[in-house]
């Protein structure tokens, strides 16, 4: 009784994650506002700046959709795999990936967006290198190293326990 009752209010506490991948939809929301803020504010300059300036800036706006992107599939496939399945009626548009992303894949997916991310992020360190530090640039590589690394490292472990 009292086994099956801990069990019961264990289960059940999923659904505290439910508020949380709710949140995360308001980081989408944010996202979204910085997006059109940075297309806002460049848009009056467009014509006197420059062609690296513009590489950066649409790289920046890159990197706000990889990390958008990552949000929807943290939010949604953590609700299916931890809280509850999404019912999505026939006929409705249902995401390809939706309902079949376990944990595992969802940890080598947000990896390798982390890697994506880290590869604008230091593209953008080397377009703008003659106003960076040699050092801080050393350590852009070496950090983005890591995460390469670690992605991989991730990726084997998950292919091991495969088999």
């Keep these: 009784m009292i086994e099956r009752t801990a069990e019961s209010i264990l289960y059940a506490s999923r659904w505290l994650l439910a508020p949380i991948y709710m949140g995360l939809s308001l980081g989408l929301v944010i996202l979204g506002i910085k997006f059109f803020q940075e297309i806002l504010h460049v848009l009056p300059l467009l014509f006197s700046m420059k062609e690296t300036e513009v590489v950066l800036l649409i790289l920046s706006l890159i990197d706000i959709a990889l990390v958008g ?3 929807v599939m943290v939010m949604l496939s953590g609700y299916e795999n931890f809280v509850s399945t999404i019912d999505i009626k026939e006929g409705s548009e249902k995401l390809a990936w939706l309902g079949k992303m376990d944990s595992g894949s969802l940890k080598q997916k947000v990896a390798a967006s982390i890697v994506a991310i880290s590869s604008i992020h230091l593209l953008k360190a080397f377009m ?7 050092d801080k640039l050393m350590w852009y590589v070496i950090i983005h190293m890591t995460f390469v690394l670690s992605a991989l490292g991730m990726a084997v472990v998950d292919k091991m326990n495969q088999h």
């Design 69 to 71: 992107g990552l949000l």
């Design 128 to 134: 703008n290198a003659d106003h960076i530090d040699n």
